[in-house]
């Protein structure tokens, strides 16, 4: 059956969750996004764990925003205040599509930019073009293992830090900061140093390749600031097979 142009605009394809009587509503124009969906109580369980202690009214900051599956989650479940950084055009646009879908324009702000150790103008380097993908590198041609890597496409993006956000009164002083950058983790948080100094961030949830010594050299940093992390928790989290053994999120908190 074919279909004519307006009844293929007026499918929009969507998937619902409910959560503890929070119901929210994901666009999912592709088979990856609807993954995403259906997936979410599987795939990271300790980042709902995490997200599950924010209080009303916490300012969020979401590095690697992606199409908003933990925006949405966190503003939605625990009316939290979220700014969301996602560089990637079309993630970004769903990333937006799903916030005015769950009616959340007063509490979640979405920026096109990526977030690092630097300012200015650069390249983000993309696996592929499908919506909702990821393993994108701003700034660097690398995997996420750090390893240069060819890329099939490359998009301009802005990138920023988090000290030059904050300091310039952009966004305030979050209470929690997820960072899901595929690889430049720790960019992200040398591009926080000093407002990581500051004991109103109580949290950050990050998702630490703990084959890399730059990444083992961030945990430490963080646990020289004054954060912990639980053995037990990242155990949990850890992958123990396949192409991303030995990465998992780690819940740092004050």
Request: glycine residues 6%; contains cysteine; negative net charge.
């Amino acid at each position: 059956m074919s279909l004519t142009l307006e009844q293929y605009e007026q499918l929009n394809p969507r998937c619902e969750i409910e959560h503890a009587g929070t119901k929210m509503v994901f666009a999912t124009p592709s088979v990856m996004t609807r993954w995403r969906v259906e997936s979410i109580y599987k795939k990271e369980p300790c980042t709902l764990e995490w997200i599950a202690d924010f209080q009303p009214g916490e300012v969020l900051v979401d590095v690697g925003a992606n199409v908003g599956m933990y925006t949405v989650w966190a503003a939605a479940t625990r009316k939290a205040k979220v700014f969301a950084f996602e560089p990637e055009s079309q993630n970004y646009a769903l990333l937006n599509r799903n916030i005015v879908a769950n009616g959340l324009q007063d509490r979640v702000r979405a920026y096109c930019m990526g977030l690092s150790d630097n300012q200015g103008l650069t390249d983000l380097h993309m696996a592929d073009m499908r919506i909702g993908g990821s393993n994108h590198s701003v700034g660097e041609a690398v995997d996420f293992k750090l390893e240069a890597t060819q890329f099939a496409y490359r998009q301009g993006c802005v990138v920023n830090t988090l000290d030059s956000l904050v300091q310039s009164q952009a966004i305030p002083l979050p209470a929690h900061i997820k960072i899901d950058v595929d690889g430049i983790e720790a960019k992200v948080v040398a591009g926080a140093k000093t407002i990581l100094k500051d004991t109103g961030v109580r949290s950050l949830l990050i998702e630490t390749n703990t084959n890399l010594a730059e990444h083992r050299d961030m945990v430490h940093a963080l646990t020289d600031l004054g954060f912990k992390y639980d053995p037990v928790q990242v155990h949990r989290a850890m992958r123990n097979d396949g192409a991303f053994k030995g990465v998992a999120e780690h819940v740092f908190k004050r």
